[in-house]
C-alpha cells in the first residue's frame, strides 16, 4: 500500500523568510502533483513532475522530484501572505491504467506578517 | 471551458436520509474521481471511472455508498442510509487520460452534514 507523508504539517513562517515542506512516499512512482487548498475551497493543481530531477518554478514556489529516494520538496521563496494555504502532495500508483492519487496529509502554512 | 461543476455546494440533513451528490465533469475527461475530505483521515479516493465504467471502487466505505456515471457529462454519488460519520465534504475531479501529465481538475467539492 502507498503510503505518503508530509512534514510539517503546519509550518508558521514570517513574510520574506525561505522554507522547504517535504513529501516523502513509500513505493516507486514516477509522477508526482503538487495541489494548493485555501479555506472552504477546492484543490488547485501547482505542479506536475514527471520524471526523476524533475524541477518546476512558478512565482515563489519551486518543486523537484527525486524518484530515488522517493522524495519531492516544495520550497517557499521570501514568503509573502498570499501563500497562506494548506499544500498537499499526491502521487501517483504505478498500476498501468490511471493516476490512481495517494495525498499526503498536507501542509498547513501560515505566513504571518 | 467550465470547470468540473457538483451540486449541491451544501447538504444538511438527517440521519437515515438518502443523500445523491452529483458531478458534471469537464467536457472530453475521460476519467472522474470521488474523494472524501474529513479532518481525521485526509482526502481519500472512493472510485474512479473510465470512460463511464466503475475501475476502481475500493476505497467505497461500505455498502450504503454506490456510485455511478450514466454518461460522460454525469455521474452521482449516492448514500443510503447515511449516517453521522459521513460527515465530510465531497470532491469531484476528472482528468483528460488517466496515464498523463495532466492533473486532476477538481470541483468545488460537497460539503455534507448528517445530523
Known amino acids: 500500500e502507498l503510503k505518503v507523508e508530509q512534514n510539517p504539517l503546519f509550518l508558521s513562517m514570517q513574510e520574506g523568510k525561505n522554507y522547504t515542506i517535504y513529501c516523502n512516499y513509500s513505493t516507486t512512482s514516477d509522477r508526482l502533483y503538487w495541489y494548493r487548498q485555501d479555506p472552504g475551497k477546492s484543490l488547485e493543481s501547482l505542479f506536475v513532475l514527471l520524471s526523476n530531477g524533475a524541477v518546476k518554478q512558478e512565482g515563489r514556489l519551486m518543486a523537484s522530484l527525486d524518484t530515488k529516494a522517493r522524495l519531492s520538496t516544495l520550497h517557499i521563496t521570501a514568503a509573502v501572505h498570499d501563500l497562506s494555504a494548506t499544500y498537499f502532495c499526491a502521487v501517483a500508483e504505478n498500476t498501468g491504467t490511471a493516476s490512481k492519487l495517494t495525498f499526503g496529509t498536507g501542509t498547513r502554512l501560515q505566513v504571518t506578517l | 471551458d467550465a470547470g468540473v461543476i457538483q451540486s449541491p455546494r451544501h447538504e444538511v440533513t438527517e440521519m437515515g436520509q438518502e443523500v445523491t451528490l452529483r458531478c458534471k465533469p469537464i467536457s472530453g475527461h475521460d476519467y472522474l474521481f470521488w474523494y472524501r475530505q474529513t479532518m481525521m483521515r485526509g482526502l481519500e479516493l472512493l472510485i474512479y471511472f473510465n470512460n463511464n465504467v466503475p475501475i476502481d471502487d475500493s476505497g467505497m466505505p461500505e455498502d450504503r455508498f454506490s456510485a455511478k456515471m450514466p454518461n460522460a457529462s454525469f455521474s452521482t454519488l449516492k448514500i443510503q442510509p447515511s449516517e453521522p460519520r459521513d460527515s465530510a465534504v465531497y470532491f469531484c475531479?476528472?482528468?483528460?487520460?488517466?496515464?498523463?501529465?495532466?492533473?486532476?481538475?477538481f470541483g468545488d467539492g460537497t460539503r455534507l452534514s448528517i445530523l
Open positions: 475531479a476528472s482528468s483528460p487520460t488517466g496515464y498523463s501529465n495532466q492533473p486532476q481538475h
